[in-house]
């Protein structure tokens, strides 16, 4: 099974980017969409954006929409969040995923449409 590693993380003052990486070990890493998800503490997991196991569509959560792109490079196993207009309320500790199921292009937001996550890496924002 893939297993994920993030990085990219840190501290940024508000306005400011960050691109994040999860790089995945496995040879049927093309064969699953990917999720990125975030978690501050005291708060649930939150949807931040997916894109289906092609890379040809992808899908963000409102509270990042037009800010937050996900993409992927098959050939390098790695999936990527570019962060832009960050916000203090980005905070959080951000995760990366995979589908439980191979070759789907559902609109997966919810965590238990994934089973294989990644340790995460902090992101913070200063105002």
């Known amino acids: 099974q893939v297993q994920l590693v993030e990085s990219g993380g840190g501290l940024v003052q508000a306005g400011g980017s960050l691109r994040l990486s999860c790089a995945a070990s496995g040879r049927t890493f093309s064969m699953y969409g990917m999720g990125w998800f975030r978690q501050a503490p005291g708060k649930e997991r939150e949807f931040v954006a997916r894109i289906n196991w092609r890379g040809s569509s992808s899908v963000a959560g409102d509270s990042v929409k037009g800010r937050f792109t996900i993409s992927r490079d098959n050939a390098k196993n790695t999936v990527y969040l570019q962060m832009n207009s960050l916000k203090p309320e980005d905070t959080a500790v951000y995760y990366c995923?995979?589908?439980?199921?191979?070759?789907?292009?559902?609109?997966?937001?919810?965590?238990?449409?994934?089973?294989?996550w990644g340790q995460g890496t902090q992101v913070t924002v200063s105002s």
């Open positions: 995923a995979a589908d439980l199921l191979p070759r789907q292009d559902r609109w997966a937001t919810n965590p238990h449409d994934y089973v294989v």
